[in-house]
């Protein structure tokens, strides 16, 4: 081959890992949400998953939105991996993921332009307990529709119709706090027998199968009783307008918003304490509210800002 051919050979070879470059960059999808989790067991060992969703992702394998499928042994000090939760069975081997993106429960936005995630199930295999998993808390507080997401260790939930305020288990409200702390252990489990575990089997890298213990993340705005976390940011909401009250409080007809901050308002969205929203009213400086038509109980306020964010704004009753 002579050099004229050599350097058009060259040429012609970087083209075509160009285009294909390309055209693979195209075909990415990035998710609805995703948000990236990250472990550490007691001896220093780290990892990390990817967990998001989409109203276009499937329940099964897609590499268009990045998904990273890995059935191989765990490593046999310690390994997480994600399951879809629509494909669990604790009974059969389901595909595991480093990267999920699942299918929202929902196909169309809710008032809030909301989708509903379909969550993960989170399975940790770890010689050294206890585990601690951390995330940007940040990613839970931009919009309202992420605010009702948690981490716990159990599925009871899911099975059982149980209040907020008797929510099984060790559950973290991921707007809440940025981290949390399980052990994943046959003995902790035994010291709730009311917890329904989750649990696979898989294979551990020279011990062949073995019971592996999970967690449950569920993502959205979570409007329903069973949820521990919706109302949980009044008090820690990085995004809260912190000095904007509510007045009178309680009241009997009419609301003020008052306080450095109030400019920044476009509209104010009432919720009532399951979390479903019931009105949104157009925001002017200097405007009461009326609420004559409310029944009397305990109501909760979002504004949402000029930027297009939304924040929790406090909580009144109503005489």
């Keep these: 081959m002579n050099i004229q051919n050599f350097f058009l050979t060259i040429i012609v070879v970087t083209l075509v ?13 990035n998710a609805r949400f995703q948000v ?18 989409d109203a276009n992702a499937s329940n099964g394998f897609d590499p268009e939105f990045g998904e990273i499928m890995d059935d191989s042994p765990m490593n046999a000090v310690f390994d997480v991996r994600a399951v879809d939760p629509d494909n669990y069975s604790p009974f059969s081997q389901e595909p595991l ?18 989708l509903t995630g379909g969550g993960a199930y989170v399975f940790i295999h770890a010689v050294h307990q206890p585990v601690r998993v951390w995330w940007d808390q940040s990613r ?26 008797d929510f099984p288990g060790i559950t973290y409200c991921m707007a809440e706090t940025p981290e949390g702390v399980f052990e ?63 007045y009178p409080n309680p009241c009997h007809d009419f609301l003020m918003l008052q306080g450095q901050g109030v ?10 304490n399951t979390g479903q929203q019931l009105e949104a009213h157009a925001f002017e400086v200097g405007r009461y509210f009326n609420f004559t038509h409310l029944r009397g109980g305990s109501y909760h ?12 704004l406090g909580q009144f009753v109503k005489m």
């Design 97 to 114: 993921y480093q990267s999920l993106v699942t299918q929202s429960t929902n196909g169309a936005p809710d008032a809030n332009h909301c």
């Design 301 to 312: 306020l979002f504004g949402e800002l000029n930027s297009g964010a939304v924040a929790y």
């Design 17 to 29: 890992i160009t285009v294909i470059t390309a055209t693979t960059a195209y075909c990415q999808q």
């Design 140 to 165: 839970f507080l931009d919009t309202i529709c992420y605010r009702g997401a948690f981490l716990t260790n159990q599925i009871t939930w899911e099975l059982t119709e149980v209040s907020a305020d």
């Design 184 to 246: 994943l252990t046959t003995e902790a489990f035994n010291e709730d027998p009311a917890l329904t575990r989750l649990q696979i089997e898989h294979e551990i890298e020279g011990q062949g199968m073995e019971s592996i213990y999970g967690l449950s993340m569920a993502v959205g705005t979570a409007v329903y009783l069973q949820d521990p976390c919706y109302w949980v940011t009044k008090t820690s909401d990085i995004s809260l307008v912190s000095s904007i009250s509510l």
């Design 36 to 53: 990236a989790l990250y472990f550490e067991d007691a001896a220093g060992n780290n990892d990390s998953l990817l967990i998001g969703f």
């Design 263 to 272: 400019e920044k308002l476009k509209q104010v969205l009432l919720f009532n």
